[in-house]
């Protein structure tokens, strides 16, 4: 994990991300309805300079490989974001206390089935992480799931994300604060999907902060061993179990936002077919 900050800070001469309207845009329209009307995005690149200039947001315990960097996009950005999120409103799918809307394909349990390519200020994130050595050209991300939450009062409960992925994710958050739970799983709960399990505090091994605009990255054991949730609650208590917080803020809340939180789900899908491939071989 490290070595992908290293990497990061080496990754910061591409500046020529697309700004023009959708007016001025050269690129042909796009199938989708709404792709007609979707703002391209620019990530904000000194922004992203200044909070990858140190080590802090790596953490060594006590699970390893999570990483959050503060700031990844800057508020312009997000807004373009959270206006694009309101216009796929028409594939989202409403699930309990939030709604979902799936980019780049259908997950399988042999890979990525249907595979669109994603819009383009979805693969400007996209292209970004590679640029940054999140990830390697090879797994360039090519599904994005939308969680949109309805209200503070919204969360995910707690699963792993399963072996149809290539076993790295980021997350980008929007319009709010929230914490996410890192679980070790006990006997009885789901660790995959949706978990009718109630998120239980025994479980949970370590937190980490997640402000909006801020970008959380995982693998390894985080990934493979541990599941993450998010409780259903309107402020977030912090204390020392919450990873990237200064020990004054212990025994605070933050308050997440009232419009509810947005999260882009990141990740590389290895198509159904090369999957089934790697197996056989
Ligand atoms: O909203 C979040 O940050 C969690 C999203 C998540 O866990 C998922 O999409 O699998």
Request: negative net charge; contains cysteine.
């Amino acid at each position: 994990m490290r070595a992908l900050l290293r990497k990061a800070k080496e990754k910061q001469t591409d500046r020529s991300l697309p700004r023009e309207s959708p007016a001025t845009s050269a690129e042909a329209p796009s199938a989708h309805d709404e792709e007609h009307h979707v703002e391209p995005i620019c990530i904000n690149e000194e922004a992203t300079q200044s909070a990858e200039g140190g080590d802090a947001g790596v953490f060594t315990a006590p699970i390893s490989s999570i990483r959050v960097v503060n700031d990844w996009i800057d508020r312009n950005t997000e807004s373009v974001l959270v206006r694009n999120v309101a216009r796929g409103e028409g594939r989202a799918v409403k699930l309990t206390g939030r709604s979902t809307q799936a980019y780049g394909g259908t997950v399988t349990s042999d890979g990525l089935a249907d595979q669109e390519a994603l819009p383009q200020w979805l693969q400007a994130l996209s292209d970004r992480l590679v640029a940054q050595g999140v990830y390697p050209p090879s797994h360039t991300p090519n599904h994005v799931l939308i969680n949109d939450y309805i209200s503070p009062e919204s969360g995910i409960f707690p699963h792993k994300d399963g072996a149809a992925y290539w076993p790295r994710v980021s997350i980008l958050s929007l319009s709010s604060s929230a914490v996410m739970d890192f679980h070790r799983p006990r006997s009885g709960m789901s660790t995959s999907g949706e978990c009718g399990d109630r998120p239980s505090t025994e479980t949970v091994v370590c937190r980490v902060f997640l402000p909006p605009r801020s970008l959380l990255i995982f693998d390894g054991a985080a990934y493979t061993d541990y599941l993450h949730g998010i409780c259903a609650v309107a402020a977030d208590v912090i204390d020392e179990s919450v990873l990237n917080t200064d020990p004054h803020t212990h025994g605070t809340s933050v308050a997440r936002s009232e419009s509810g939180r947005i999260s882009l789900t990141i990740r590389h899908v290895p198509p159904a077919t090369a999957k089934a491939h790697q197996l056989d071989g």
